[in-house]
């Protein structure tokens, strides 16, 4: 287990400082980020909490999971590593045309 947790159906309202405090509760929190969208400045509703030792992160876990926090049950669990992020599907390469191009000239 790693020591770093997915925070998840955040209230709008909590800060890093809020979540650090949250879990400080359960052992050394070394990093509490609440993440932001950029072009508006607003909570997306998740974030991360870095934990001091995969037994504190264990317990902060056992300890936060379903706690209420501002009318919203959290969600907290291990952190995975970000999927890749796969590029729009949208024109270019690739085929879907429907084959209209070979129709045009059979008539």
């Known amino acids: 287990m790693g020591n770093k947790l997915y925070v998840g159906n955040l209230p709008y309202t909590v800060r890093d400082g809020d979540l650090e405090q949250s879990f400080s ?8 980020k609440v993440m932001m969208e950029r072009d508006t400045g607003r909570s997306k509703g998740f974030g991360f909490v870095e934990m001091g030792s995969d037994a504190e992160a264990q317990a ?8 209420p926090m501002g009318g919203r049950s959290l969600v907290v669990n ?5 999927e890749p992020r796969r590029p729009p599907r949208s024109g270019g390469f690739g085929g879907g045309g429907g084959g209209l191009e070979h129709a045009s000239g059979s008539a």
């Open 25 to 32: 509760q359960f052992g050394a929190v070394t990093s509490a």
């Open 60 to 67: 902060a876990i056992e300890g936060m999971n379903g706690q």
């Open 78 to 82: 291990e952190a995975r590593p970000m």
